[in-house]
């Protein structure tokens, strides 16, 4: 148990847009990366908040992968988009 367990993606699936929450306590700089299953590339943004909002508006339906590193530890988790 740890940071790890405290990342969470809201909804999952989502539609449009999912919110990415995240302990940020005390953290300076994060980044969200997002690839999809085959492990292309599709966008990043910096996390600079608990509560982050990301737009998939424009993404193909499928499955994701979102890799978040905060303060130098990277996480992962499947983002299902319909």
């Known amino acids: ?4 367990n405290q990342i969470r993606i809201i909804p999952n699936p989502a539609k449009d847009e999912f919110l990415l929450v995240a302990p940020f306590t005390g953290l300076s ?9 085959d492990g292309q590339f599709v966008r990043s943004l910096p996390v600079t908040a608990s509560e982050t909002t990301v737009d998939i ?13 905060l303060n130098g530890v990277t996480f992962t988790r499947r983002l299902i988009k319909h």
Not at 1 to 4: D, F, I, K, N
Request: hydrophobic share 40%.
């Open 57 to 69: 508006s424009t993404f193909t339906p499928g499955v994701y992968i979102v890799k978040v590193e």
């Open 1 to 4: 148990a740890g940071l790890e």
């Open 29 to 37: 700089d994060g980044q969200l990366e997002i690839y999809r299953i």
